[in-house]
């Protein structure tokens, strides 16, 4: 009876052991594996994003039932470019600077950088002398539009073609290379090719003096500056 009993001792203390062994191993495959979900998921997060609800066209002022918020997975070289739902604001009265097709993420480069175009505007580019234009002009500038006809004759005459115009973008063409006075070779600048938004009962006006006449554009003082000069 007594070797009967310490067989039994002997088989339950190895027992025991094997118990041991296995569990201390099932520990390490769970640890294992949780840490393996845990990194799987931090690799697999989404976050917050804008996206185009339906078909946006070039130039589309957005609105914001344009666009919906969608979670999604960034690569590194996207997490820049795209708007976050919390920037919902900057994004919404900006023109598209081209097609957005719906279900398309919003990225900031799909955003124009010019003024958006109104429904009763339309942008028209007038070539102007580089002397006849502030060298600084940059989009969302005011500048009143002149016209001169006849220029260097007795007959030349300028009038006013409209009294406030938004530039919507500046582009220099340079001129020849000539000579300065001491012999350096300078870059003369030759004509500043601007777009404006105008009105579009006034294109025609518009486009007749670009054709037939010489245009100036003088710069003028942000629409809010009388109001702020008038303050005490």
């Known amino acids: 009876m007594a070797t009967i009993t310490a067989r039994r001792r002997i088989r339950l203390a190895g027992l025991g052991r094997v118990d041991g062994r296995m569990l201390l191993g099932l520990v390490l495959v769970v640890a294992s594996v949780g840490g393996g979900l845990l990194f799987w998921g931090s690799t697999r997060e989404t976050v917050p994003v804008l996206v185009a609800s339906r078909d946006l066209p070039a130039g589309h002022v957005i609105q914001s039932d344009d666009l919906r918020v969608a979670r999604v997975r960034l690569e590194a070289d996207l997490g820049s470019l795209a708007i976050p739902d919390a920037r919902l604001d900057e994004a919404v009265g900006r023109a598209t600077a081209g097609p ?8 900031w480069p799909d955003l124009a950088s010019g003024p958006a175009i109104g429904p009763d505007e339309v942008a028209m580019t007038v070539p102007v002398e580089a002397d006849a234009v502030y060298a600084g002009l940059r989009p969302g500038d005011a500048v009143a539009v002149l016209a001169t006809r006849d220029k260097g004759k007795a007959s030349s005459q300028t009038v006013t073609l409209l009294d406030r115009a938004v530039v919507y973008a500046v582009s220099l063409e340079p001129g020849p290379i000539a000579l300065g006075s001491r012999g350096q070779a300078e870059e003369e600048r030759g004509l500043t090719n601007v777009t404006l938004l105008v009105p579009r009962s006034e294109a025609e006006r518009v486009a007749d003096a670009t054709v037939n006449g010489d245009i100036t554009l ?3 003082p942000p629409a809010d500056a009388s109001s702020r000069a008038a303050v005490p």
């Open 218 to 220: 003088a710069l003028l």
């Open 100 to 107: 957005v097709h719906g279900g398309e993420m919003l990225v």
